[in-house]
């Protein structure tokens, strides 16, 4: 039979251009999130992080925004490069050192591609 | 600081094998996590030790797949016996429990199964 694999949102942008990432979480009790950067052949590889008590945060060129209300999280990459494109994850946690033993719940991936 | 250790990096074998698949976590971190990516279904959790005991084995697709860690630096994921099905990318994954709960991913073992 025919195999269905996921199909991951794919986002194109030219070379410094700003990308924004969008992820969908369930679990309104989710207190900590991540997102990761996954380039072939290589694990993910963490970006930055937020905690449910703030709704911004900055890193160096990254921007995550977080919005509880409807549970929306988006990853911001101001100026994209070649070398950002990779595979985005984002990841939350419920219950972030309290006795959950911080296990985190992946999303499926976006695929970010950066032309020169 | 060398990061998570995973060994092999790559693995070919044929149906029916045993596989052992190698982590050792960052020196310090007290969780360990065991995940399969596949094209099919991405990152999944198959399990995690805190303190080198097991506390979610949910994960673990059947039983022909079983995780140790018999000490705080070194972990093991073996399949007995080894299906085509089982052919992924294992990543190790490593963390401390108390502060931002941010896992290090080892870079991975391709597995191959014919």
């Known amino acids: 039979g025919e195999s269905v694999g996921l199909h991951l949102p794919t986002l194109s942008v030219q070379e410094g251009d700003n990308s924004i990432i969008n992820c969908a979480y369930s679990?309104?009790?989710?207190?900590?999130f991540i997102w990761y950067k996954q380039e072939s052949g290589k694990g993910p590889q963490f970006i930055i992080d937020?905690?449910?008590?703030?709704d911004k945060r900055q890193g160096q060129r990254v921007t995550v925004l977080l919005n509880k209300t409807v549970k929306h999280l988006s990853l911001q990459i101001a100026a994209t490069q070649p070398g950002d494109s990779a595979v985005y994850f984002c990841a939350e946690n419920s219950n972030a050192g309290g006795t959950s033993y911080g296990k985190l719940t992946f999303g499926q991936g976006t695929i970010l591609t950066v032309h020169p | 600081d060398a990061g998570v250790i995973q060994s092999p990096r790559h693995e070919v074998t044929e149906m029916g094998q045993e596989v052992t698949l190698r982590c050792k976590p960052i020196s310090g971190h007290n969780s360990l996590f065991w995940y399969r990516q596949t094209m099919m279904r991405g990152l999944e959790l198959l399990i995690y030790?805190?303190?080198?005991?097991?506390?979610?084995d949910s994960g673990m697709p059947e039983d022909r797949f079983s995780a140790k860690m018999p000490n705080a630096s070194f972990s093991t994921l073996k399949i007995q016996p080894s299906e085509p099905r089982d052919s992924a990318v294992y990543f190790c994954?490593?963390?401390?429990?108390?502060?931002?709960?941010?896992?290090?991913f080892g870079p991975g073992t391709r597995l191959t199964v014919l």
């Open positions: 679990n309104s009790a989710s207190d900590y």
């Open positions: 937020i905690r449910s008590n703030m």
């Open positions: 030790f805190n303190n080198n005991v097991p506390i979610d």
């Open positions: 994954a490593s963390s401390m429990r108390t502060g931002n709960n941010e896992q290090f």
